[in-house]
């Protein structure tokens, strides 16, 4: 056996080496778990009978203290000083108890104390060894670059110029695709930047997750945040708010956007006013973004880039696609769990999901406009800070998705307002006055699938019946055996 010291060097590839390399050291010190592995003491032991928990049990504790409590605790010591800086704390504390009137600091913490970075201790709390407190800082470090590059030929999202809605109803409806021409058309597109915003929305508030900002306020957070997560801005009212007329130039000549002529037939759109929310402002830093998930009601969507490229990651669902890797769905498909933040999901599941049947990816760039088709799964992360527009409708050859999840799962719909008492009945009558053959096509596909349904259940439960002569009867035997006969309309 050779000399351990003789064998040959394999160095990590480049883009891994600078990924780890562009990772700064943790403000307090704080290290990986893997090394009090070679330390001769930890800063754990001062924490008394609480060194006994783990790191994950204490942060839960913490959670359950107020602003002053978490200042108190953390003066006891240098560890517990490192736990209560944990910045999810102080953004809970913050979402909990909104100011109307506060500057952005560049933490939650000197935030929610109203504390100038100036102000902020640092101490040195390197012989603290924690996964729990490193990994939400490391995640929040990562290069994205190997992630989203060298996209392997075979997962490449198609790029398309443009297409008509003949074109898209006939091969593109459950399809992903980036149209990279219409949105350049756009009024939007040619002005509106970050600062171009900030200007005139300034100081009007967008819904960014939990909070409600003055743009102002999101935009100084933008450019000052270490969060692994960062807060996203998806404001569902921009057009009122922002004054904007939305609509065809040819009828509607001050238009800020519009759909791409094949995604402009929404059969959503016979509800008028009492359609479920549907139009979305997006704007994020880099990192910020939307972990896996389907778009609701059966809709499908476009995504419009007006500034910053997007990397998406998608997979199908079917009778037969499990969840992406890490991904993890109740049978009712209402719950999913996954990793905390899309960093945590990149590090962990990335390289196995590239290598799973059915996934697709691509960077949707400036000017360019990307279809998520009805049921896919997708995450999507910003490259850069970002603007975007995006859409849900029902295009005609999802009709029948949309009517099945509407009726079979009342308790998964939402967007609509409680004034809708019956979304599903109120949907019918829409599509009946607008398209009744539609409608009745619609209606009798959904019976097929359903008694499609019923017996493949009854043969699961009774066995299939053997071919039989002369009167005899035949029992079959209870049966696993699933027939991929797309029965099964598969919806978030």
Known sequence: MPDITSLPSHPPPPDIEAAHEAIPSHPLGVKPSGNALLATWSLRNAIGTFQHLPDELILLLLEGLDGPSLLRIGRTCKAFYAFTRAEELWKALFVRDPREDFTWRGTWRSTYLNIPASKVPMVDCSQLFSDSLYRPF??????????????????????????????????????????????????????????????RYGKTKFRAEAVDWAMRTYGDYMADNSDESPLYLFDRSFVSKMGLSVGPPETTP???????????????????????????????????????????????????????????????????????????????????????SIAEWLLGFHAEARRTPGCMEGICREGEILHVPSGWWHLVVNLETSIAITQNFIPRGHLTAALDFLSNKPDQVSGFRKNVANPCERFKAGIREAYPELLDEALEELQRKNEGKKRKWEEIVHGKPDDTTDGDTGAGGFSFGFGDDGSDVEVP
């Open 138 to 199: 490391n995640c929040a470090h990562i290069s994205l670059d190997p992630y989203v590059s060298n996209i392997p030929a075979r997962n490449q999202i198609p790029r398309l110029p443009d297409l008509s809605p003949e074109e898209f109803r006939a091969s593109w409806t459950d399809r992903p695709f980036i149209l990279t021409e219409p949105v350049k058309a756009w009024p939007a597109y040619k002005n509106w930047t970050v600062g171009s915003l900030l200007a």
């Open 254 to 340: 001050d238009a800020s956007y519009w759909p791409p002529a094949c995604f402009a037939e929404d059969f959503f759109s016979v509800l008028g006013d009492d359609r479920p929310d549907h139009q979305w402002l997006i704007i994020g830093p880099e990192r910020s973004g939307s972990k896996f998930h389907k778009d609701p009601n059966a809709t499908s969507a476009w995504n419009a880039v007006l500034r910053g490229p997007k990397y998406w990651i998608m997979f199908p669902s079917g009778t037969k696609q499990p969840p992406p890797p890490g991904v993890y769905v109740s049978d009712d498909q209402s719950e999913v769990t996954s990793p905390l």
